[in-house]
T-cell receptor, first 112, second 112 residues
Framework: DVKVTQSSRYLVKRTGEKVFLECVQD?????MFWYRQDPGLGLRLIYF???????EKGDIPEGYSVSREKKERFSLILESASTNQTSMYLC???????????FGSGTRLTVV | LAKTTQPISMDSYEGQEVNITCSHN???????ITWYQQFPSQGPRFIIQ???TKVTNEVASLFIPADRKSSTLSLPRVSLSDTAVYYC?????????????FGQGTELSVKP
């Protein structure tokens, strides 16, 4: 069964910490995405990548960066965590010419 | 990317057919229409995708009129386990670098 795996289901971090959220897919997908989901706001795209070492800003990239050193792994980095980054973070992947995504189960991050 | 409008919530009873309509007035020629389902604390799951007329799979049917300015997701004989949020998305991910934008979704509540 194909999978997108996010390293943590729940994470609690302190304000100002550097936070790494990891996502790994085993489907040899070219495209990978990071979304955050908040009540009343739906899913919002933070960053995406369509190839190794390539990245594109989504709708809300401020306060985040990403890394894609290997095809299967896409990392989201919070340089200095803040309480307004408390959210559910969802990773997804897709083939380059596909119109369907596969999502991970999400990481619920709490910044205190 | 075409914007979508769908009802915020819907209620139904077990065994009924549920139809969720999505409006996308400015859909482009190359855009496809895709529906996702999301359960609490999980990532969205691909349900069905179409370009025009009717598409059916083991889970749902998707009806798209000739002008493609709207679409209807039809869930036959829903059960309690169909309680979820349903997202309608419109876009041509191949030409847009794989990017999909999620709207607010429709929260479906199925009652016994």
């Amino acid at each position: 069964d194909v999978k997108v795996t996010q390293s943590s289901r729940y994470l609690v971090k302190r304000t100002g910490e550097k936070v790494f959220l990891e996502c790994v897919q085993d489907m040899d997908h070219e495209n990978m995405f990071w979304y955050r989901q908040d009540p009343g706001l739906g899913l919002r795209l933070i960053y995406f990548s369509y190839d190794v070492k390539m990245k594109e800003k989504g709708d809300i990239p401020e306060g985040y960066s990403v890394s894609r050193e290997k095809k299967e792994r896409f990392s989201l980095i919070l340089e200095s965590a803040s309480t307004n980054q408390t959210s559910m973070y969802l990773c997804a992947s897709s083939l380059r010419n596909s119109r369907g995504y596969t999502f991970g189960s999400g990481t619920r991050l709490t910044v205190v | 990317l075409a914007k979508t409008t769908q009802p915020i919530s819907m209620d139904s009873y077990e065994g009924q057919e549920v139809n969720i309509t999505c409006s996308h007035n400015n859909i482009a020629t190359n855009d496809y229409i895709t529906w996702y389902q999301q359960f609490p604390s999980q990532g969205p799951r691909f349900i069905i995708q179409g370009y025009k007329t009717k598409v059916t799979n083991e889970v749902a049917s998707l009806f798209i009129p000739a002008d493609r300015k709207s679409s209807t997701l039809s869930l036959p004989r829903v059960s309690l386990s169909d309680t979820a949020v349903y997202y309608c998305l419109v876009g041509d991910t191949y030409n847009q670098g794989g990017k999909l934008i999620f709207g607010q979704g429709t929260e479906l509540s199925v009652k016994p």
